[in-house]
């Protein structure tokens, strides 16, 4: 069965950066789009960034533009979203999901097969 490992959370001050990572033992994520939704409490799932088959890349809202990047490294079976300039509205937990054709369209239901890895960014 399917189980994601997300990781590289943690407390971070506002304006500082993390690398996310998402992996999947015994599970090839090359064949698919991966992303990186977050969930803030109190909060719905939020699509961040998505990666497609073809590695062309999925924004949803502005709010990662400029700031997150999403790339897989295929040797590793990872996916990354590197995170810079944080702000205290980037805290939630982040999670990855996986899609075998596309990325899901804005507000479709994905499903989580990851514990989520939280990140804080605070003072």
């Known amino acids: 069965q399917l189980q994601f490992v997300e990781s590289g959370g943690g407390l971070v001050q506002p304006g500082g950066s993390l690398k996310l990572s998402c992996t999947a033992p015994?599970?090839?994520?090359?064949?698919?789009?991966i992303g990186w939704f977050r969930q803030a409490p109190g909060k719905e799932l939020m699509g961040v960034l998505c990666i497609e088959r073809d590695n062309q890349i999925t924004h949803y809202g502005d709010s990662a533009k400029g700031r997150f990047t999403i790339y897989r490294e295929n040797a590793k079976n990872t996916v990354y979203l590197q995170m810079t300039s944080l702000k205290p509205e980037d805290t939630a937990t982040y999670y990855c999901?996986?899609?075998?054709?596309?990325?899901?369209?804005?507000?479709?239901?994905?499903?989580?097969w990851g514990q989520g890895t939280q990140v804080t960014v605070s003072s």
């Open positions: 999901i996986v899609d075998e054709v596309r990325c899901p369209a804005p507000g479709h239901e994905v499903d989580l």
């Open positions: 015994g599970f090839n994520l090359d064949p698919y789009a």
